[in-house]
């Protein structure tokens, strides 16, 4: 079971906590309590009458260490106030104990307030950590000896157990000054992290970031702990200061680099893709690029468009759309056809801008969840619309509208469906443009999952060294679909 903290309630019941950073330590193989561990702020500073060198906190019989911010547990002459280093945004706790292997957690505090015989305390809670033996196996290589593996619910021959590229080690410790269990990250669940920074005036809607990661804790994916879903964590860091913003990134990729070198802190590189809200690219008016697909990088620019910044409507289709870049989703999905007519999918230009038509509702988030079968324009069926392929059957098929060159269309993707827009479902085949390229010779391949088509690695940049034995079998010989200098440059407004 995965179980990495205990309640804060029942910590303060039984050891009367009144405001700390405290956690437990236990033994990897038998589970209990661990005493006399030292626990060393390595990377962090101190204030309060406790604050030796170096600053240390030892386990008692409960396993428990406090660093005690009030005076209240260790005494008046032991306050110890720790907090991640100036310019840090995570401390570097290292915990040591003769016998067993030490381990380094990065843990930036999220204090929730508590209330104990009537005063008010701020409480962080470090998660518990599972030592292991000098002589422990660890079949994976990913830093967690199997014994410990077992008691996260971790793979002991898998050091990314749910998939994602990040090390089961980094999901549960941390890694390089970031604490990745401070934003959300859990090793039985899929998690992709990107941080955001926006031009003034172009701040992204709170409510289109929402759908977004709403969409993608919709996904039809299965992780290790039973759940579906992607754990999407878009961190709007911070704006761009006016002087920073160029108004026109030209060229792209080189104006873009000198606004991240800036603001995007190098330490998250190997877990966050980095996304800029900006005005323009080469003087154009195309929605966003991604750099490569997959990649690391994406911009969003649509600070020309009539609403600038566009609608809460674009500005949610488009960051999925470029994010679906970063991680492998072509306009076609496994290929670079546009408009292609089978295929259901925010990452198609018929519906970035619009989003999908399910059961009756417009407006849907969301990457291709349906195989259909290819088509061939010289011959349509109004009457038969697209064929399903398994597991997508009829009726699901049934539930979706369809856009012809970005137009709506009456009917559905399994029946009677007005490909040409005359008003009129006719009987036997006609000849129909599919793919919006102005004739109708075209065959169209049929269309993937875009959902079970994910590439987690962003061309091998997110991933760290605790990888492990896993990290060998992510070095692609190929890691872009789509190299950056051949990226094509995404929709622009329509007129």
């Known amino acids: 079971m995965f179980v990495l903290r205990r309640t804060l309630a029942a910590a303060l019941a039984v050891v009367a906590l009144n405001g700390c950073v405290y956690g437990f330590v236990n033994d990897a193989a038998t589970g209990n309590a661990i005493q006399d561990v030292t626990v060393t702020v390595a990377s962090g500073t101190c204030s309060g009458t406790g604050c030796s060198t170096p600053i240390t906190q ?65 409480v962080s809670n470090v998660q518990t950590v599972y030592l292991c033996a000098l002589s422990a196996p660890d079949t994976d290589g990913d830093g967690i000896c199997n014994a410990a593996e077992s008691r996260y619910g971790t793979s002991a021959t898998n050091s990314d157990t749910d998939g994602d590229s990040i090390s089961d080690f980094a999901e549960l410790y941390g890694y390089g000054g970031v604490d990745l269990r401070y934003y959300g990250a859990n090793p039985l669940k899929k998690d992709i992290f990107v941080e955001l920074d926006y031009y003034p005036n172009l701040r ?10 709403a969409a993608f804790a919709a996904a039809p994916v299965s992780n290790p702990n039973g759940s579906t879903g992607i754990a999407l964590h878009l961190v709007l860091d911070q704006q761009i200061a006016a002087a920073d913003a160029d108004m026109n990134l030209s060229p792209a990729w080189t104006d873009f680099d000198v606004i991240k070198a800036k603001y995007f802190l190098a330490r998250r590189a190997r877990f966050f893709h980095y996304g800029l809200i ?33 609608t809460e409507q674009q500005q949610a289709g488009t960051i999925m759309h470029e994010l679906g870049h970063n991680i492998g989703l072509m306009h076609g999905g496994n290929e670079n056809m546009n408009y292609k007519a089978n295929y259901i999918s925010i990452m198609s230009y018929n519906y970035q801008l619009n989003g999908l038509r399910v059961n009756g509702v417009n407006g849907v988030l969301d990457y291709s969840r349906l195989r259909v079968a290819s088509a061939s324009e010289a ?16 009726a699901i098929l049934a539930t979706y509208g369809v856009r012809i060159g970005g137009v709506l269309r009456s009917g559905n993707a399994s029946a009677n ?61 190929r890691p872009f679909q789509v190299e950056p200098e051949n990226a094509e440059p995404c929709i622009t407004e329509p007129r």
């Not at 809607?205 to 990661?213: H, K, S």
């Not at 323009?280 to 600038?308: C, E, K």
């Not at 000849?431 to 390229?437: C, K, R, T, V």
């Not at 049929?446 to 079998?473: C, K, M, R």
């Open 58 to 122: 030892t386990t008692d019989a409960a396993g428990l260490f406090v660093f005690d911010a009030y005076g209240n547990h260790h005494g008046e002459n032991n306050v110890q106030l720790i907090s991640p280093a100036a310019g840090e945004e995570a401390m570097r706790l290292l915990y040591s104990r003769t016998g067993y292997r030490s381990v380094n957690v990065y843990h930036r505090p999220r204090y929730e307030t508590m209330t104990q015989n009537g005063n008010e305390y701020l």
């Open 204 to 213: 992204p809607i709170q409510a289109a970031l929402d759908r977004v990661t």
């Open 278 to 310: 900006a005005n323009q690219y080469d003087s154009g008016g195309s929605s966003g690029l991604s750099r490569g697909i997959p990649a690391h990088d994406f911009m969003v620019t649509m600070g020309n468009w009539s609403t600038p910044g566009g």
């Open 379 to 394: 011959s349509v069926s109004e009457t038969a619309a697209f064929a399903p392929l398994a597991p997508t059957t009829e």
């Open 417 to 477: 469906l007005d490909f040409n827009g005359n008003g009129v479902i006719q009987a036997g085949f006609i000849a129909q443009d599919l793919n919006n390229d102005g004739d109708s010779s075209d065959f169209i391949n049929s269309s993937q999952n875009d959902w079970l088509a994910l590439v987690y690695d962003g061309a091998g940049t997110i991933g760290d060294p605790f990888l492990g034995a896993t990290e060998s079998l992510m070095k692609r010989a």
